[in-house]
Every structure is written in C-alpha cells, then in structure tokens.
C-alpha cells in the first residue's frame, strides 16, 4: 500500500448505522470486524472487505471504496450465485466493469462520500482502466458497463 492509498477513504469516517443503512437498502447486512482482525471473506486480504452471502465484512481501516466495490459484486451476481458466495466474487471481465460502474453510481448513494471521491480513491489505490483514470473511464469508456447494468435491471438500485 502505497502512502497515496493511505489516504483514501475508510469506513472510520463514516457512522456504523450509516453504513448499515446503505447495504440495508440494496438487500445486504453489515457485520464490523475490529480493528488489526482478519475479514472474513476477504478475497484479497489485509484491510480489504470481505463476502460470505449477503454479508459485507469489513474493519475501521477497510477503504469505503472497497466496501462499495464488494457490494456492487453481490448485487451485480445472481441469486444463485449469492446465496453460494464466500470470499470470491467471481464474474467475467464484463461483470468486473459494471461493477465498478455502479460502484461509482452508487457513491453517491452514501451519505458523506460521493463519485469525485470515488474517483480519487480508485485512482490512488491502483484500479487500472485504459484511459489513465477511473473518471475518464466512466466519462468516455464505459457505455459497455452501464448497458451491461441496464439489460440486468440493476439501474433501478438508483431509484
């Protein structure tokens, strides 16, 4: 991690109830781990959030992006797909872009966080797009993802 990533945005500087709020509202649970604790369900490990069902995992270190990320896999899978999961999303190259394009939709939706930062955090954590950046990759590359989102009625999470 490099000290630009440390800066990102962490579930620390959000209330608990919020962040319960927000998956409760796309049909998930929210389940604290304390601090310096393995996440259970974390595909990548260290401070990354983790799946198991319907249950985000995450500590007061874990990126907010990282939690948005994961949630956008569930809700992007489907159901038999969420009710096996545990700790690998899986998904195909195409399911990986409509997830974070609804990721950064979806910042919006959390109070105290937003798309500009959603941006800045995935910059300065290391997500990779073609055109240098998360934003110019939603602004100018990511019609594919949103038509991908579209055909599966997951636009109407926004409503």
């Given at each position: 991690?490099?000290?630009?990533?440390?800066?990102?945005?962490?579930?620390?500087?959000?209330?608990?109830?919020?962040?319960?709020?927000?998956?409760?509202?796309?049909?998930?649970?929210?389940?604290?781990?304390?601090?310096?604790?393995?996440?259970?369900?974390?595909?990548?490990?260290?401070?990354?959030?983790?799946?198991?069902?319907?249950?985000?995992?995450?500590?007061?270190?874990?990126?907010?992006?990282?939690?948005?990320?994961?949630?956008?896999?569930?809700?992007?899978?489907?159901?038999?797909?969420?009710?096996?999961?545990?700790?690998d999303a899986g998904g195909d190259?195409?399911?990986?872009?409509?997830?974070?394009?609804?990721?950064?939709?979806?910042?919006?939706?959390?109070?105290?966080?937003?798309?500009?930062?959603?941006?800045?955090?995935?910059?300065?954590?290391?997500?990779?797009?073609?055109?240098?950046?998360?934003?110019?990759?939603?602004?100018?590359?990511?019609?594919?993802?949103?038509?991908?989102?579209?055909?599966?009625?997951?636009?109407?999470?926004?409503?």
């Open positions: 991690m490099t000290d630009q990533a440390e800066s990102v945005a962490t579930i620390a500087e959000f209330a608990e109830s919020e962040i319960r709020r927000f998956l409760e509202r796309v049909g998930m649970r929210y389940e604290a781990v304390e601090p310096g604790a393995e996440i259970p369900g974390s595909f990548w490990g260290d401070s990354e959030a983790g799946l198991i069902g319907n249950t985000l995992f995450a500590r007061p270190d874990t990126p907010i992006h990282s939690m948005l990320h994961e949630a956008c896999h569930y809700l992007c899978m489907d159901k038999e797909r969420q009710q096996t999961l545990h700790t190259y195409d399911e990986e872009n409509a997830v974070c394009y609804l990721q950064l939709l979806l910042a919006d939706r959390l109070p105290g966080y937003d798309r500009e930062r959603c941006y800045r955090d995935m910059d300065a954590w290391g997500y990779s797009f073609r055109l240098g950046s998360a934003r110019a990759w939603f602004e100018q590359d990511a019609e594919d993802a949103r038509q991908w989102l579209e055909a599966r009625g997951l636009l109407k999470l926004l409503h």
